[in-house]
């Protein structure tokens, strides 16, 4: 894994390498170096099986964080490649060409985060929400309790406690 | 955001297909294959002695539609094995809304299986019932703050009985359709009338949440 990892540092900007297992990494890179260093582990290091591709919204950065999580199957190790894209902005370049399996990611991404693929096949379509019309619901600034309220019907009476005193109320009330 | 299209299914614009002589056959699914017409309400029938013989028929003979949405519906394949054995209680199941006269929702439902739910619903024939299982159903449960999951399935589809729990056990299941039993035997379960009284009611509710309205008002 080791000399994998050299050998990503050697053709590509690499910025942070993180080592979370012997079989895990999470390796950093610029947005435009993302897609060839998937590309590379794929065809070169024998990654060929695509994870998932998953997002991160790091609101107080104003980045989306998106992660390419690849396996080797004969070496049972996972490399995800990390970049960092503008949060207004979001457009990343698309994997459609080297997994099918990334069109329904970035459909997914699309949906879930407003997240842009040019080329991708089929990314418009709706995957789960069928004629949403506001903001993407999972970036951060969209509150779903506000829009569970004001959409659903709230069955009133509903409370909640917070856990730790209403523990400490209801099996030590004297301390 | 920018203007999403909204994704018409396919199967649904009218199109010309070439029929078995050649001829040109123009369909419209919209208008041939459903039916635009509203709801009626059952009227029981005016000796009571005959209305209470139909309803212990209906009540021996529960068809459940084999439709599973959220975690509940991995608690009803218990019901049909030798240990709870629904079959007794005169439950079964059946593949296809014609056939079924009970609707079981067994957990969550997600706005794009509610839009799937309420045509399954339309498309079976009267008498029927609902039976909604688990907390969120009723309020919401563990997903009341979801921006995908309903909160009261009251409000859309009218419901007979209620099981509580989170996710209620095969016993539970078992002790509901008891109770519903009683309340058909009893002729109180009038979900479908209450549906077809309070159509309009019922309709904005689902339009209110359901944005892609694509099909008929009613499909039976």
Known sequence: ?175 | MEDKKTFIDPDLTKRTVIGPNGEDITVDPIQDYFCDALPKKHEPKRAKIFENFFNWARAESIWVLGFGTGCGSIELYPLLTPRFDAYRFGVQMRPTPRQANLMIISGYLSVKTLKRAIRSYEQMQNPKFVMALGSCTINGGMYFDSYNTINRLDKYMPVDVYVAGCMPRPEAILAGFEALKKRIKAGKAEGANLYAENFETYKANQKKIIRDWNMPDYNW
């Not at chain 1, 979370?20 to 794929?42: E, H, M, S």
């Not at chain 1, 970049?83 to 399996?101: C, G, K, P, V």
Request: hydrophobic share 35%; net charge negative.
């Open chain 1, 1 to 175: 894994m080791e000399k994998i990892i050299q050998h990503l540092q050697g053709a590509f900007d690499v910025k942070a390498v993180k080592k979370q297992r012997n079989d895990l990494y999470f390796v950093t890179v610029g947005k435009d170096q993302a897609i060839p260093a998937v590309t590379y582990l794929r065809d070169a290091e024998g990654f060929s099986h695509l994870v998932m591709i998953t997002v991160a919204d790091w609101m107080e950065k104003g980045v989306f964080e998106l992660n390419y999580i690849v396996h080797n199957y004969q070496l049972h190790a996972d490399i995800s490649i990390c970049t960092n894209i503008d949060r207004e902005e979001a457009t990343m370049h698309s994997a459609h060409h080297l997994w099918e399996q990334a069109w329904t990611y970035q459909r997914e991404l699309k949906e879930m985060y407003g997240i842009e693929f040019p080329g991708s096949p089929r990314v418009d379509e709706s995957f789960n929400l069928e004629g949403w019309d506001n903001i993407p619901p999972m970036r951060r600034e969209f509150d779903t309790l506000k829009y569970a309220n004001e959409t659903f019907f709230p069955r009133p009476g509903r409370v909640s406690h917070d856990p730790a005193t209403y523990m400490k109320q209801k099996l030590y009330p004297n301390e």
